[in-house]
């Protein structure tokens, strides 16, 4: 399996994750919080596609965001480069909890451009050095992070979901 393969099955899974932890919450349930320092799932997803958007299209293909260039920021009524890094409780609070159908098409169409560029990625890519402004690596570090990030964050969705509504159990294997 060739790695830009393996990048685009981890990030599928964890949008497997992430779609079966979101299905049938309410608005409340997408948008509580278990402590006012905490992100609530509305939050993390749009966090995890922000997160996504940045590293495929600003740091490796070096231009603008689709938040920005699509204007989703004005559809969430936010600042184009927020992202939600850094945010405090006020912050948090003040954040405007979108609906969940916008949320999704975010992320879609953010995940469309990410499948666009792991098509045309190829081995020797990933070993390009790459300077992210705050930091330096390399086009893999980059997809490296951003795979670890997604399923931290999905892990994170999984989590607040199963305080609310407790652990759902798995299908039953066909007899």
């Known amino acids: 399996m060739k790695a830009n393969e393996l990048i685009k099955l981890s990030l ?4 497997e994750y992430i779609t079966n932890a979101i299905k049938g919450l309410s608005k409340d349930e997408l948008s509580w919080r278990p402590k006012d320092h905490s992100n609530s799932i509305a939050f993390l997803l749009w966090h995890v596609a922000r997160v996504e958007d940045l590293w495929i299209n600003r740091v490796l293909l070096a231009g603008k965001e689709l938040y920005e260039s699509e204007d989703w920021y004005k559809k969430f009524g936010t600042p184009a480069q927020d992202s939600g890094f850094g945010y405090d409780v006020a912050k948090l609070k003040s954040w405007p909890v979108p609906e969940l159908k916008l949320l999704t098409e975010y992320a879609a169409a ?4 990410t499948l666009t560029y792991l098509k045309s990625a190829n081995e020797k890519m990933l070993d390009e050095a790459r300077d992210f402004g705050w930091r330096k690596g390399t086009t893999g570090s980059a997809l490296s992070h951003l795979v670890s990030e997604v399923g ?3 892990g994170q969705i999984g989590y607040l979901r199963g305080v609310m509504r407790g652990i759902e159990p798995p299908p039953l294997p066909p007899k």
């Open 12 to 15: 599928e899974e964890n949008r």
């Open 110 to 113: 953010v995940r469309k451009q």
């Open 152 to 154: 931290e964050h999905s």
